[in-house]
Structure formats: structure tokens, C-alpha cells
């Protein structure tokens, strides 16, 4: 009940509406109704409009949630294709890699094979007892004939602020080379920029080699396996008596990767002796002889050598690295990023740096027609 409702009530009840004060109070009464009418029309209307407001915010609010929910869907179906290609990649590299194995594996079986083959030539060829031969010519095919290979140790100087890598596939190299500029991150916002350069090797082309008896050495085999010490002074002692047809002994020494053994003579004179009668009884161990064998020991020359230039496939020289940071984090940094397939990378098979203000020397060795030097 309204305040006028209230007020129509405690009017006095000799106030009727048939008279002139009962009718100006009846005015003035729904005057009062009217205008708190208008009042709560207005506050009605205002909040009409203020609901009609939130229910337009609300359904921009809504359209806006849903045009969102709509694009991180497409984003995360976008995300999962992307996803879904890397995976395809990754895949089709392990199969290639899987395949690059076994070609190795393969390839190593095979250079197993020759190796064993080469040995058995070799112990035919020491088991051959020695005779007279004469040359009458060429009766054969030169392809034939059993190539020479020789593999050398080249030292490779690097400069300061430098580094080499070797790939295991010289495809990945390539890469490199050809991307050139290389951005290497190193964490937060720092990053350095190198530059890949090719690696020229000074290689042999043409080795001549003449080889002959030297009259002072001997080659001792068959020997048992013993205190190398032991068994060095036993043979020292055993040839340098000349009831055994020796003489005194200059040096002696082991050659570790064939287990025989070299004498030196102080005399030229007696070499050829021992040689000649080929299998010598010798006390090596208490109350036991052990027959050896004494060969001619070739010593070799070379007489003609011409080298060439030869670029090394796998590997990349990177120069321009700053010091700015410790020497095996940076390292560590320039191999992961060379390792990443989306920076041209691939598997490393070697890798060395060299800071700035420092000197460092890069070993090539195990040079073959087909696969390159590893560096150390």
C-alpha cells in the first residue's frame, strides 16, 4: 500500500466528497498517486534500459566467447596437423637414418671381410718359404694388382674463435655450406652468428717407395705371450752372444700391433746371418725353448711424393665465434643447434672449438676414398 493510499485513510471522516474540502482533498490525494505513478514508471523504464543494456553486453560477451572458442579450435586443429607433419618428418629421418646403419653396418662387414682376407695373404705370404725368383715381365692384368693405401695423420692448425664439425652424412654438410650464415641462440635474447666454410686438406696424390733389407735390423716372430720386459731382455741376451750367431745389440724393441719383435745390430755384419738360418731355439721361460723365427726386416723411403688439394665432404669450418661464454657450454650450444634437422644440421660425428686468444691443432686421420678424416 502506498504513502498516499496511507494518507487517504487517516483523512477525517467528516470530510466527504460531496463537499468542496472533500473533493480538494480527493484532488490533492490522487495528485500525490499520480505522481508516484510517474516516479515508478520512470524507474521501471530506467530499468528496463539497464536490463536491456547487460542483455546486449551479455550477448556480445557470448558471441565473443564463442568466436574464441571457435578459433582456438581451429588453432589446435592447425596445431595437431602441424604436429602430425613434424611426426611424419621425424619418421621418415629415423627411417633414413635406419637405413644410413645399416648401409654402415653393411659397409663395415665388408672392410671386416677384406681385412680377414688381407691377413690371410699376409700369413701365406710369411709362411712361403723364401726361394729365387726372377721377373720375365708383365703376365697380368693391372687391376689386378693389390692397391696401396696409406693413411696419414694430417695436423690441421685452427684459429681462434673457430670450430669444426664432421657430419655423418656429407648431405647434411652441404647443407650448411650452402645455408652459409648460420644464427645460433644461445638462450633468453642472445644469439651469435657464424659463418660455414668448406675444409681444404693438403692430401698425398703419388707416393713412391723403395724398400730394401737393412742390414742391421731383424724381425723376430713366434713368440709367446709373456712380460714384454721378460721377454725383450731374454731375446737381447740370447742374440747378443755370438755362440748364437749374434752380436751386440744396439736396441730392441716390441711392435705392439703384430707382436714381433726388432733387433738392432751395433755391427751390419750379423743381421743377414740370423736371417739366413731363419728358425732360432731361444730359453724364453725356465727349462723351456721356444723356437722363433728370425725374418729380414725392410726398411722403406720414399722417393717421390705430389700432393693435392682435397675438400673434406663432412666437414664444415666455422669461423666468427666471440667468447662469450665458458668454452664447453658454448661448444655444447653450436653442437645442438648443428644437430637440429631445421637448421640444415644432422648427426655429428666429430666436433671441436676453439676459442678466441687460444691455439689448437685439429688430427685428421683415417683418410679412405669414400669417407673423410674424423678430427680430434
Not at 592447425?78 to 645399416?102: A, D, G, M, T
Not at 693438403?202 to 707416393?207: C, G, I, N, R, S
Not at 661464454?325 to 658454448?330: G, K
Not at 653442437?335 to 631445421?342: G, L, M, R, T, W
Amino acid at each position: 500500500m502506498s504513502s498516499d493510499e496511507d494518507f487517504s485513510l487517516m483523512m477525517d471522516p467528516q470530510l466527504s466528497e460531496q463537499t468542496l474540502e472533500g473533493i480538494k482533498a480527493s484532488i490533492v490525494n490522487y495528485k500525490k498517486q499520480y505522481e508516484q505513478i510517474l516516479e515508478e514508471q520512470k524507474e521501471l523504464v530506467t530499468s528496463t534500459d539497464d536490463r536491456r543494456e547487460m542483455t546486449e553486453k551479455f550477448k556480445q560477451r557470448s558471441k565473443k566467447l564463442e568466436d574464441q572458442l571457435k578459433e582456438d579450435q581451429r588453432s589446435n586443429t592447425e596445431s595437431i596437423r602441424n604436429e602430425k607433419e613434424k611426426l611424419k618428418v621425424l619418421e621418415q629421418e629415423e627411417k633414413k637414418l635406419l637405413e644410413e646403419i645399416q648401409r654402415v653396418q653393411a659397409s663395415l662387414q665388408e672392410e671386416e671381410a677384406k681385412n680377414t682376407h688381407l691377413k690371410q695373404q699376409t700369413d701365406v705370404f710369411t709362411a712361403v718359404p723364401e726361394k729365387m725368383v726372377v721377373f720375365k715381365g708383365q703376365t697380368g692384368r693391372a687391376s689386378d694388382t693389390q692397391p696401396f693405401e696409406m693413411k696419414p695423420h694430417i695436423v690441421y692448425p685452427m684459429e681462434g674463435g673457430t670450430a669444426l664439425i664432421t657430419f655423418e652424412d656429407e648431405v647434411v654438410a652441404k647443407k650448411v655450406l650452402n645455408i652459409k650464415k648460420h644464427q645460433v641462440e644461445l638462450g633468453g635474447d642472445c644469439s651469435i652468428s657464424v659463418e660455414a666454410r668448406p675444409v681444404q686438406l693438403m692430401m698425398p696424390e703419388l707416393v713412391e717407395i723403395n724398400s730394401e733389407v737393412c742390414p742391421r735390423r731383424i724381425l723376430i716372430s713366434n713368440l709367446p705371450k709373456m712380460d714384454t720386459d721378460t721377454l725383450l731382455n731374454k731375446l737381447e741376451i740370447h742374440f747378443s752372444k755370438t755362440k748364437n750367431g749374434g752380436g751386440e745389440v744396439d736396441i730392441c724393441e716390441m711392435l705392439p700391433d703384430s707382436g714381433t719383435v726388432v733387433l738392432t745390430f751395433v755391427d751390419i755384419d750379423i743381421a743377414k746371418g740370423l736371417t739366413d738360418t731363419e728358425y732360432h731355439d731361444v730359453k724364453l721361460q725356465q727349462k723351456k725353448q721356444q723356437r722363433v723365427r728370425v725374418t729380414p726386416f725392410l726398411n722403406g723411403k720414399i722417393t717421390n711424393l705430389k700432393t693435392k688439394m682435397s675438400l673434406c665432404p663432412r666437414t664444415v669450418l666455422l669461423t666468427g665465434i666471440p667468447a662469450v661464454m665458458e668454452r664447453e657450454t658454448l661448444q655444447d650450444l653450436l653442437e645442438i643447434h648443428f644437430q637440429k634437422s631445421i637448421n640444415g644440421g644432422g648427426e655429428i660425428e666429430a666436433f671441436l672449438y676453439n676459442p678466441l686468444g687460444q691455439q689448437t691443432s685439429a688430427l685428421f686421420t683415417g683418410v679412405s676414398p669414400n669417407r673423410e678424416e674424423d678430427e680430434l
